[in-house]
């Protein structure tokens, strides 16, 4: 009699099981990164920057001389340099292209940095995660310090969350377009046009848009950074919790994928925290992880 008692229970925990592997599933988006990837082994896409024929160059470098967690990546064509913040003690830094510090700019007033990007000649725009503030700065070879209180601003105040903020930026020349990445809870990539005001002598006339089935088709658990690519229109999504950079079309289809776990792209380690993400005129992706390593991406010949 007792066997007759046992099989439901063996049943209903059998069950249990079964639901909590489905909720994981679905947490950690498994279910359509596993059909993305079936596809993609299928009929590989040929459009685009095909990510899956990336190979890393430099990994896993320290940035020497620099303590505090770094955040976000963004490239300057004019100076052919990097920039990243940090924002324990907040600095705007410069970088060589091989993962060397070029100089340091003291931030004031920009409460907690998070991204930055290059928006023009001298002009880049820094987020400030907890307030949701954009704040557009401009550098030139003296600055050596920058005071938000001087700068042009604009909150957005979308979904107020903590530390879950404004995560990353990219930023589309051509259509003059500020992608905005809130990086969860819930995970969203906005639009914004009219920021940074290149008519500053007339009001702002902002206009926020956001593509909710291009983010729902986003198949990562969080947002880190972002990249515009002005070649293709395509818009790289970098995922630390997912270890994951994805390709987005420019109606908002994922593409393809770099996988930042051991034993892809040549990787020998997973790189542990990806915060920032930034490409080059050739393609050349750059990224560093917190708390201080720097990584080099290149794409290979066929």
Same mark, same amino acid.
């Given at each position: 009699?007792?066997?007759?008692?046992?099989?439901?229970?063996?049943?209903?925990?059998?069950?249990?099981?079964?639901?909590?592997?489905?909720?994981?599933?679905?947490?950690?988006?498994?279910?359509?990164? @596993?059909?993305?990837?079936?596809?993609?082994?299928?009929?590989?896409?040929?459009?685009?920057?095909?990510?899956?024929?990336?190979?890393?160059?430099?990994?896993?470098?320290?940035?020497?001389?620099?303590?505090?967690?770094?955040?976000?990546?963004?490239?300057?064509?004019?100076?052919?340099?990097?920039?990243?913040?940090?924002?324990?003690? /907040?600095?705007?830094?410069?970088?060589?292209?091989?993962?060397?510090?070029?100089?340091?700019?003291?931030?004031?007033?920009?409460?907690? /940095?998070?991204?930055?990007?290059?928006?023009?000649?001298?002009?880049?725009?820094?987020?400030?995660?907890?307030?949701?503030?954009?704040?557009?700065?401009?550098?030139?070879? !003296?600055?050596? @310090?920058?005071?938000?209180?001087? @700068?042009? #601003?604009?909150?957005?105040?979308?979904?107020?969350?903590? !530390?879950?903020? +404004?995560?990353?930026?990219?930023?589309?020349?051509?259509?003059?377009?500020? +992608?905005?990445?809130?990086?969860?809870?819930?995970?969203?990539?906005?639009?914004?046009?009219?920021? /940074? !005001?290149? #008519?500053?002598?007339?009001?702002?006339?902002?206009?926020?848009?956001?593509?909710?089935?291009?983010?729902?088709?986003?198949?990562?658990?969080?947002?880190?950074?972002?990249?515009?690519?002005?070649?293709?229109?395509?818009?790289? @999504?970098?995922?630390?919790?997912?270890?994951?950079?994805?390709?987005?079309?420019?109606?908002?289809?994922?593409?393809?994928?770099?996988?930042?776990?051991?034993?892809?792209?040549?990787? #020998?380690?997973?790189?542990? #925290?990806?915060?920032?993400?930034?490409?080059?005129?050739?393609?050349?992706?750059?990224?560093?992880?917190?708390? !201080?390593? +720097?990584?080099?991406?290149?794409?290979?010949?066929?």
């Amino acid at each position: 009699m007792r066997r007759v008692f046992r099989l439901p229970l063996l049943l209903s925990m059998l069950g249990l099981c079964l639901l909590l592997l489905a909720a994981a599933a679905q947490e950690f988006r498994l279910f359509e990164r @596993a059909w993305f990837n079936v596809k993609a082994w299928w009929q590989p896409a040929q459009e685009g920057i095909a990510l899956q024929g990336y190979q890393v160059s430099i990994e896993a470098k320290v940035i020497d001389g620099l303590d505090d967690d770094v955040s976000a990546l963004t490239y300057d064509p004019e100076r052919k340099t990097l920039f990243t913040v940090t924002n324990a003690r /907040p600095e705007l830094i410069e970088l060589s292209l091989d993962g060397r510090i070029l100089r340091r700019v003291a931030l004031t007033g920009f409460g907690d /940095p998070e991204a930055v990007e290059y928006v023009g000649p001298g002009s880049f725009v820094i987020t400030d995660e907890r307030q949701q503030r954009l704040i557009k700065v401009q550098l030139d070879d !003296n600055t050596t @310090a920058l005071d938000a209180s001087d @700068a042009q #601003q604009l909150t957005l105040g979308i979904g107020f969350n903590g !530390n879950k903020g +404004f995560e990353g930026l990219a930023y589309d020349s051509l259509g003059k377009r500020l +992608f905005v990445a809130k990086e969860r809870d819930p995970m969203m990539i906005y639009e914004v046009r009219g920021f /940074p !005001n290149e #008519q500053p002598d007339k009001p702002f006339a902002v206009h926020v848009v956001q593509d909710r089935e291009r983010d729902s088709r986003l198949f990562v658990r969080d947002l880190s950074s972002l990249q515009f690519d002005e070649r293709s229109g395509h818009l790289l @999504a970098l995922s630390d919790e997912s270890r994951l950079i994805v390709e987005l079309s420019v109606e908002g289809k994922p593409l393809s994928t770099l996988s930042l776990r051991k034993g892809y792209q040549g990787l #020998q380690r997973t790189v542990p #925290q990806a915060e920032g993400l930034a490409m080059d005129e050739a393609g050349t992706l750059y990224l560093v992880s917190e708390p !201080n390593l +720097f990584y080099v991406f290149k794409p290979q010949q066929p």
